[in-house]
């Protein structure tokens, strides 16, 4: 049964306003997170100025592309080629950075369930189980070494048991389940980011100043390498350019006893002591 005509304006209007109210949000996808997860998370960002909005793509769609009709000179149409699928908004106005951690720390554990898609890799570890020698068949028939120790089955060797993109079989679900591995976490996942106007991949956010400060002298760095190799003299390479001719005139300081300045004798000096 869908919403009820009043529902339906009332989710428009409480939607609007939140574009309207803020500047910058997260679009994620929400497969496998339950309401009660979606509650613990909601309390997680109580106090970090966000809200969380879930709906329907169709609803969202229209109401992004009436708002955008009405307000021609805004850029929220941008997100309208993000909504498919199962996703959401995740309108803040804190630090993206921050919101991003509290989303990325709110995941629960989940077992493997026949005909579930693997998010990662699982690999079963060698070791003990609780399982009886009775079982042993189950391991040879999933072609996995085991032997008996102190009346259990014991792997001997890591087991790949499935790879990221696999589909969970009954036999990986019931193993795992056997061996009371959980081998799955399911939370909020970042899809995209809003940011005033701009879309962008979450993966943005990693880019530290560090990072920024590294990229910017390798760039210099190579700047000033093309300048020496065409003999075009830059802002990148006049510092190198100075330092290289301080040391052409130190060395012929250090050469000619007749010539000296101020800075070379203390190369002078040091040359005499050692």
Known sequence: MGMSKERKEEYFQRMEELINKFSKL???????????????????????????????????????NKY?????????????????????????????GEVRKVLEANVV???????????????VPPGPTECDPGQTSFFQTLQIATKINKGKIEITSPV?????????????????????????????????????GSVFSPAVLDITDDVLKAGFYSAL???????????ITTMASVPHSITNAFKTLVSIAVECDEYSFDKADEYKAAIKKG
């Open 160 to 196: 790949d048991l499935l790879k990221a993109g696999d589909k969970v079989g009954s036999s990986e679900a019931v193993l795992l389940a056997k061996l009371d591995i959980k081998p799955f976490t399911y939370g909020l996942t970042l899809e995209a980011i809003y940011d005033n």
């Open 26 to 64: 997260f679009i994620v996808g929400v497969d496998n997170v339950g309401s009660r997860q979606m509650q613990q998370i909601r309390l997680a960002l109580r106090d970090m100025n966000t809200t969380i909005l879930m709906g329907k793509n169709t609803m969202m769609r229209c109401i992004v």
């Open 109 to 123: 554990p989940a077992p493997a369930r026949v005909g579930a898609i693997a998010p990662v890799d699982v690999v």
């Open 221 to 231: 760095g190579n700047i000033a390498s093309l300048s020496f190799s065409t003999g």
């Open 68 to 96: 955008i009709t009405e307000n021609p000179e805004h850029n929220f149409g941008r997100v309208l080629p993000l909504i498919k699928g199962n996703v959401g908004f995740v309108f803040t106005n804190s630090d993206l």
